[in-house]
């Protein structure tokens, strides 16, 4: 992840920062309280989620309300403005997606090379939608692993483009697909402690990244990103029962630090490292 700026202007505060898992994609955090944005536009796609207050935005010489728990989506070169309206504070998250990284998602989707779903209304009132653009971006901001931001961001952009999307992509049905997907467990398995990409298993799996996730998930009953936590417990588990260090166990099973580590393992198996540790010794 990308060094994030933080800039304050009286009692704005303002976060922009890039995610080396999507190239072209900037992501945003705003706390505003008197900002006004001119009539402008973006290149990028522009998808905006509300978490408090509000705002008032133009678009399409419609004015209309942003309200917690709204997305709002600007597709590229559409000219918008906003401000605060009735509201005292506006609080949101969001994603810019250039060319190169919808062209990326698009792949991953199994749309064409430049097929980009245009969205015919700015303002969506979509909870699951919502929440899943909300997870992609917070995931952004901390220890998350590569794999996991991947399949999060695809799964929410495939919601978007098949719910609000115009064309709207049709949903291809999930094949009995075992033999590759035995090639990606067997991937897996022998790269636990790497950062793992989902590019890279669609490789091995030889089909698109969201096919692989949906198509993971049914065989294996977990996504990949989960099914590779395990994988590394499980590795975490039988170095710490020898006597590794937590620390050195953490280096070694591809977690981010030791407190990754000891997140997971507690909330996996109930108990942190160091009383499995504990408990293992005696």
């Known amino acids: ?9 009286d009692a ?32 990028e796609l522009v998808i905006a989620a509300t978490e408090r207050g509000g705002a008032v935005f133009n678009s399409r010489g419609v004015s209309d309300q942003a309200e917690a728990g709204t997305l709002l989506v600007f597709n590229p070169g559409e000219p918008h403005a906003g401000r605060l309206g009735r509201s005292d504070r506006w609080r949101y998250r969001a994603f810019y997606l250039n060319r190169h ?26 909870r699951s939608l919502f929440a899943a653009f909300h997870r992609a971006h917070a995931a952004s901001e901390g220890e998350t692993p590569v794999l996991e931001r991947e399949s999060g961001l695809l799964d929410a952009m ?28 067997e991937f897996l398995r022998a790269n636990y402690a790497d950062s793992v990409k989902l590019e890279q298993l669609a490789v091995v799996a030889e089909m698109s990244a969201f096919h692989l996730v949906r198509s993971f998930k049914k065989e294996m009953g977990l ?11 499980q590795e975490a588990r039988r170095l710490l029962s020898e006597g590794t260090g937590i620390a050195d166990t953490a280096a070694l099973t591809g977690f981010y630090d ?16 160091g009383q499995f540790v504990n408990a293992v010794s005696h």
């Open 158 to 185: 495939a919601k978007l483009y098949r719910r609000h999307g115009s064309p709207r992509p049709a949903e291809r049905r999930v094949a009995d697909e075992r033999s590759r997907i035995g090639r990606v467990v």
């Open 223 to 233: 996504p990949p990103h989960v099914y590779l936590t395990q994988l590394r417990l």
């Open 258 to 273: 030791q407190s990754a580590l000891n997140r997971h393992f507690k909330r996996v198996y109930g108990v942190t490292p």
């Open 12 to 43: 704005n505060r303002c976060r922009l920062w890039g995610d080396a898992a999507v190239p072209g994609m900037l992501l945003m955090q705003a706390d505003f309280t008197n900002h006004e944005f001119a009539p402008h536009v973006h290149d």
């Open 101 to 126: 990284a919808l062209a990326r998602i698009g792949e991953g989707l199994e749309l064409g090379a430049e097929t980009f779903p245009a969205f015919l209304t700015n303002k969506l009132r979509d």
């Open 1 to 9: 992840m990308a060094q994030a700026r933080t800039r304050r202007t």
